[in-house]
């Protein structure tokens, strides 16, 4: 079985400051683990993936994501947020064996203040 | 294409009747999925095609629910008798190959309002 936990529901942030938003996942096996980003009225952009191989792994639009397996997390940060951050991310986690689907976290709503 | 394109993008229909929500993915892909994504909630799949095998009908939430894939290629899915709670953003995502090392592609959605 495979479960995601995004820690957050909302996230406000300034602009300029960093951004954290938190998932956990469990799985039985080594998932591959995904971020998207969802503006509003717009469809999944995928904004970085893991894969087994580095544990740090960097995405479009200056994110980045580490992968923890002794804590079982794949945070997403930004060392400086910009206005156009604000959107709904979704942490995605997916096994390569057994049922072929993608399990999707609730999301977090990020907000950017000026 | 270059992407995934769905249509319609908006579709609003009377309680009671048919609708047909169509996907095109990205030429080559052999893996589609369906997703919903009702109000303030997350994704909840529906249902996933890969190549020529049966597709995976776990997540369809009822018997008015029913997906096809033509020549491996564009994806129908069909909601009969539509009831209000079915009203949701419906995305198409495809993928190159199944499993780890790709990531999925989603198309805009169809926005779906059963008045």
């Known amino acids: 079985a495979q479960s995601v936990t995004q820690l957050d529901s909302h996230v406000s942030v300034s602009e300029g400051t960093p951004v954290l938003l938190r998932c956990n996942y469990s799985?039985?096996?080594?998932?591959?683990l995904f971020w998207y980003v969802q503006h509003p009225n717009k469809g999944l952009q995928l904004l970085l993936k893991y894969t087994s191989a580095a544990t740090l792994v960097k995405g479009i639009n200056g994110f980045e994501a580490e992968f923890k397996k002794s804590e079982t997390s794949f945070h997403l940060t930004k060392p400086s947020a910009h206005m156009s951050d604000a959107a709904e991310y979704f942490c995605v986690v997916s096994l390569w064996v057994g049922r072929r689907a993608l399990t999707f976290g609730s999301g977090t709503r990020l907000q950017v203040q000026p | 294409g270059a992407g995934v394109s769905q249509s319609p993008s908006n579709k609003v229909t009377e309680k009671g009747k048919d609708v047909e929500l169509r996907c095109d993915p990205i030429s080559g892909h052999t893996a589609l999925y369906w997703y919903r994504q009702s109000l303030g909630q997350g994704l909840e799949f529906l249902i996933y095609?890969?190549?020529?095998?049966?597709?995976?009908k776990s997540g369809l939430p009822s018997d008015r629910f029913s997906a096809e894939r033509t020549g491996g290629s564009v994806s129908t899915l069909t909601i009969q008798r539509t009831q209000q709670e079915d009203s949701a953003v419906y995305l198409c995502?495809?993928?190159?190959?199944?499993?780890?090392?790709?990531?999925?592609?989603f198309g805009s959605g169809t926005r779906l309002t059963v008045v």
């Open positions: 799985s039985s096996y080594s998932p591959s």
């Open positions: 095609f890969q190549g020529n095998s049966a597709p995976d």
């Open positions: 995502a495809s993928s190159q190959t199944v499993g780890i090392n790709y990531g999925y592609t």
